[in-house]
């Protein structure tokens, strides 16, 4: 069964550009998690969808950051204009449901350095 | 309050020996997850072990288990038999709640593993 992909692993922007993240979430999984990960801290949870629904961003940055799950599966992540301090990792998760008990599976993550 | 403490800086671990990680969490659901993932410099969370707050026995997985003290809100983490490849950094993390609007993952800041030939 593959695993959550994620792409671009790496990318490298100026500040000010705009950039894009997209995640794949494991077959049949409902709950899309993206997550925020900064050098030598655990990862922050940007924003939740259960299918299409975003049922939790408080935590997203909405004058920059945007992000959608057309369909209920694929997700897109944008961050327009980015600043320097956007650099850090940007994970992606899913699982089945939104349980307490329901293990969330990552995917590789997206390195991001805005110079 | 943080709701996860991992406050070891950096653990050393002597290859085939057992290695124990720290977390202790904080709570007044009655209803969480504990969550350990493994972190390799590849940057790609890899799930490792899960106990629930309800499990009487402790978690085990392989060469993980889960030493797992209720009334001392901790979960800490049995490495047995260490690899060289265990060199990661290790997180701890918390999902309160049975369902709905606490389901997010709250996450330690991690501990260093450094696993020695």
């Known amino acids: 069964e593959a695993g959550v992909v994620q792409s671009p692993r790496y990318k490298i922007i100026e500040k000010k550009q705009p950039v894009a993240f997209w995640c794949n979430p494991i077959s049949g999984h409902n709950t899309l998690y993206w997550y925020l990960q900064n050098l030598g801290q655990g990862p922050e949870l940007l924003i939740r969808?259960?299918?299409?629904?975003?049922?939790?961003d408080s935590q997203l940055p909405k004058d920059r950051f945007s992000a959608e799950r057309l369909k209920g599966v694929d997700s897109t992540l944008k961050i327009q204009p980015a600043e320097l301090g956007d650099s850090a990792v940007y994970l992606c998760a899913s699982s089945l449901g939104l349980s307490a008990y329901e293990t969330q599976y990552f995917g590789p993550g997206t390195r991001l350095l805005v110079l | 309050a943080q709701k996860i403490t991992q406050t070891q800086p950096g653990m050393f671990v002597q290859e085939k020996e057992a290695v124990t990680l720290d977390c202790t969490y904080d709570?007044?659901?009655?209803?969480?997850?504990l969550f350990w993932y493994k972190q390799p410099s590849s940057g790609e969370m890899i799930f490792l072990i899960y106990q629930g707050s309800y499990d009487e026995q402790n978690a085990t997985e392989g060469r993980y288990s889960l030493n797992f003290q209720k009334a001392r809100k901790s979960a800490n983490l049995v490495i047995s038999a260490s690899q060289l490849g265990d060199s990661a950094m290790y997180f701890c993390?918390?999902?309160?709640?049975?369902?709905?609007?606490?389901?997010?993952?709250?996450f330690g800041k991690g501990i260093t593993l450094s696993v020695r030939p």
């Open positions: 969808y259960e299918n299409e629904e975003a049922v939790d």
């Open positions: 709570t007044s659901d009655q209803s969480y997850g």
């Open positions: 993390a918390m999902r309160e709640g049975r369902s709905g609007a606490n389901s997010k993952l709250t």
